[in-house]
């Protein structure tokens, strides 16, 4: 059975620091999501990663999958405000369908 | 704006009775799925469809059930609603382009069961 876990599950950071969210996963995928959220709103989708070694980056947030550690890391350079919301990672368990399995989330919180 | 409408967008109701909520898209897409998201678990797959008539059960599927007999609708079931399943529902579709997957999710319905 597919687990994935996500760490830290809070975080609080200055604006202009950078920090790595971890997501990490139990069984063979290399089909992984990031996606965001803010309070009381839907689910944004941020980044698609299809393979070993993909690497995908929009402004300060960049994405990574290691297949073979089965980990995904999403970098946030020199955050600001705006950034602050609740990131999931999710792995398709390639079961078909593209069932996907969420991580718990984290919330993370930028201040000034 | 990924097309998908959920209705209600907020129910309260009693424990024992019938729920129904509606899951809407506009663009035709054959995959459409239906998650729950509790504090602590992130999201967690309930039943999806593949099709007209094409449904299946996902990760915590007890207690509810779906149907879909059109395109554009997603229907999930709740038939006789219990505490735990207060919680935030979410619609998703399935989107393909290049070949790739992505799931893109509608604005949730808060679910309360007193």
């Known amino acids: 059975e597919l687990k994935v876990e996500q760490n830290p599950l809070f975080l609080s950071m200055q604006e202009g620091k950078n920090y790595t969210i971890y997501c990490n996963y139990s069984t063979t995928s290399d089909r992984l999501y990031w996606y965001r959220q803010d309070p009381g709103k839907s689910l944004e989708s941020l980044f698609v990663l299809l393979s070993n070694g993909a690497v995908k980056q929009e402004g300060r947030l960049m994405a990574s999958l290691d297949t073979k550690a089965r980990l995904s890391t999403l970098h946030i350079t020199a955050a600001v405000h705006d950034l602050s919301a609740t990131y999931f990672c999710?792995?398709?368990?390639?079961?078909?369908?593209?069932?996907?399995?969420f991580g718990q989330g984290t919330r993370l919180t930028i201040n000034p | 704006d990924a097309g998908i409408t959920q209705s209600p967008r907020h129910k309260v109701t009693e424990t024992g009775t019938p729920v129904t909520l509606r899951c809407h898209q506009t663009?035709?897409?054959?995959?459409m799925y239906w998650y729950r998201q509790d504090p602590g678990h992130g999201l967690r797959l309930i039943h999806y469809?593949?099709?007209?008539?094409?449904?299946d059960k996902g990760e915590v599927s007890d207690g509810y059930s779906v149907s879909r007999s059109k395109t554009e609708d997603f229907l999930l079931t709740l038939e006789s609603a219990t505490s735990s399943q207060t919680s935030v529902y979410f619609c998703?579709?399935?989107?393909?382009?290049?070949?790739?997957?992505?799931?893109?999710f509608g604005p949730g319905t808060r679910l309360t069961v007193l």
């Open positions: 999710a792995v398709d368990s390639l079961t078909g369908a593209q069932k996907l399995v």
């Open positions: 469809s593949y099709g007209v008539k094409d449904t």
């Open positions: 998703a579709i399935r989107k393909t382009r290049d070949r790739v997957h992505e799931q893109f």
């Open positions: 663009e035709n897409h054959r995959y």
